[in-house]
């Protein structure tokens, strides 16, 4: 049976759980979002694995650069990952990859952007069950009328993070 080694870290915008598989991350997500299961069944089957609490050089590495984007000195993260889903998924996942740093981008748009514009709600399903949550910022979507909708790590996170990717947030405005 394969390896998803597991580790747990605490930041001030959450407790989150960190996978690896294979040298590369598979798994950054909030530890006590609704979805944790679900999430992690399809990670556990798509791998045909294992959970494992374990380190490894990958979480060492993805640690360090979320600490770096948490307090405001990494805007781009260069952790190899991989993707845990269908190849819809997969797609709007890419699309997340393309909405800039302190910027964000309606459900719309994203449906626009993989070229299936009736595809808002699948899109809007794809986003909520992104596993890598912040390297692949699902954060950065937002309602058609601009509120913030939906997020795994809770809206109020949500808020924070666009907040600290658009200079708003002192680091010392969330202490630990």
């Excluded at 944790?36 to 556990?44: F, L």
């Excluded at 984007?69 to 990952?81: A, K, V, W």
């Excluded at 692949?136 to 913030?148: A, K, S, T, Y």
């Excluded at 790590?153 to 680091?171: F, H, P, T, V």
Aim: aromatic share 10%.
């Amino acid at each position: 049976m394969n390896q998803v080694f597991i580790q747990y870290h605490k930041t001030r915008f959450g407790e989150l759980i960190l996978g690896a598989f294979k040298g590369r991350l598979c798994m950054l997500d909030f530890r006590y979002r609704k979805m944790r299961p679900a999430i992690d069944n399809r990670i556990k089957s798509f791998f045909n694995a294992e959970f494992t609490l374990r380190d490894d050089e990958i979480l060492v590495q993805t640690r360090k650069q979320l600490d770096e984007y948490l307090s405001g000195d990494r805007t781009r993260f260069d952790i190899p990952f991989l993707m845990a889903g269908t190849d819809f998924q997969k797609t709007v996942w890419n699309a997340l990859l393309q909405v800039p740093y302190g910027k964000t981008a309606s459900y719309l748009e994203l449906a626009k952007a993989i070229d299936n514009e009736k595809a808002v709600r699948a899109v809007a399903v794809a986003n909520g069950a992104n596993a890598i949550a912040i390297i692949i910022p699902c954060h950065r979507i937002i309602g058609n009328n601009g509120e913030l909708v939906g997020y795994g790590g809770g809206l109020a996170i949500k808020k924070r993070l666009l907040d600290l990717e658009q200079g708003l947030l002192s680091m010392f405005d969330y202490p630990l």
